[in-house]
């Protein structure tokens, strides 16, 4: 029968002695993780990324003179922002924080930020080592979790190989135009024309884009798809000439440039591989200018699904330094090849009735 007592009061106040628990996590960047893909710093930024540590007492006894240690991978440069918690510090590779009491069911965060390594040599992995202790009514416990950050290189090599492989597209581009006199077959109404939907696209889709792009979220890529996928279809009905949509696209940059200051000029080769891609499906579809709704609809698909994942999975990380997660970067892709499915196929019911009219 002691025995059985004994069981009875383990099994009764067991859960009293344990219910005093400290959950430790953390997040960085401190960016929008549906879009950003978290746990990855970039080597060599000139910025320094934010990351949180949120403690949650998931016990039900307050919790008392908390004091939490985090330890800095890579000798990483150490700043803390303004915040509502006082009581941060930071010193050498360490941040600390003191909190007085949390009570049961309580969270509460703190902030830091970080610069990444100037530059390493390969891949590797960092860990924050944290560790908190705290008091309840049962004494001093100790609680410790570790958050692991992938840290790459800054992709220098690959940013001076994109410029360089871009000019040598511009300079492929012009050799074969001057090959096979490709210029010289654009009549003077071809190049107006061309030069006119170029500005339309260059100035004012792209100025509508910028303007309402926000309000449609992951949606707004279809405002500059769907009418760029329409001109461009345009072109090629109207034009009719090897190198439409190649000219077409270096126009628009060009414009970019001159109105919006755009800093594309070593990135013009890539911006020309848009049209590139179309050309080579008109060649292949044996000169099919977009007569009919299902080319129409390719060309537009290609270029337009081409084009956001250049941005996404080659210009954002290579140039800018800033990692999409890639769900939502595949998802923006989608989204775009949606926009010039339909862009396509508007295209095509316009051109045909602007060609009939001209004819």
């Not at 490709?182 to 884009?209: K, M, N, P, Q, S």
């Not at 707004?220 to 009418?227: M, R, V």
């Not at 034009?239 to 070593?266: C, D, H, M, Q, Y």
Request: proline share 4%; glycine share 8%; net charge neutral.
């Amino acid at each position: 029968m002691k025995l059985i007592a004994i069981l009875v009061l383990l099994i009764f106040f067991l859960p009293q002695l344990a219910a005093a628990e400290l959950e430790i996590g953390m997040d960085i960047p401190l960016k929008n993780k549906e879009i950003y893909q978290e746990n990855r710093l970039v080597a060599g930024v000139s910025w320094y990324e934010r990351g949180q540590v949120v403690l949650t007492n998931t016990g039900d006894e307050k919790l008392h003179n908390i004091l939490v240690s985090v330890d800095v991978p890579l000798q990483m440069d150490i700043e803390i922002p303004v915040q509502a918690m006082k009581n941060i510090s930071a010193d050498n590779n360490n941040v600390t924080a003191r909190i007085g009491e949390l009570g049961p069911g309580e969270s509460i965060s703190f902030i830091f930020s970080v610069k990444p390594p100037e530059s390493i040599e390969f891949k590797k992995k960092g860990s924050f080592a944290i560790s908190a202790s705290y008091e309840d009514g049962t004494g001093t416990h100790s609680t410790s979790y570790t958050h692991v950050v992938e840290v790459v290189p800054p992709p220098s090599w690959i940013t001076y190989g994109t410029v360089l492989a871009s000019i040598c597209i511009i300079l492929l581009a012009f050799l074969v135009a001057w090959k096979f006199n490709v210029l010289e077959a654009f009549t003077t109404i071809d190049l107006v024309t061309i030069a006119l939907l170029a500005g339309l696209i260059g100035v004012v889709f792209r100025w509508f884009w910028q303007t309402f792009n926000d309000l449609l979220g992951p949606l707004g890529g279809l405002l500059f798809t769907i009418p760029t996928a329409v001109l461009m279809i345009i072109a090629l009905q109207i034009v009719r000439k090897p190198g439409t949509a190649t000219l077409l696209f270096t126009v628009v940059e060009l414009v970019a440039l001159v109105v919006w200051g755009s800093n594309i000029t070593v990135w013009m080769g890539w911006y020309m591989t848009e049209g590139i891609i179309v050309d080579i499906l008109v060649l292949l579809f044996r000169k099919d200018y977009a007569d009919r709704r299902s080319t129409a609809i390719i060309y537009a698909v290609a270029r337009s699904a081409y084009a956001y994942w250049m941005f996404y999975f080659f210009f954002a990380p290579a140039v800018w330094k800033v990692y999409y997660a890639p769900w939502y970067a595949w998802g923006e892709v989608g989204i775009a090849a949606i926009g010039g499915l339909i862009g396509g196929a508007i295209g095509y019911s316009i051109a045909k009735k602007v060609r009939g009219a001209m004819m």
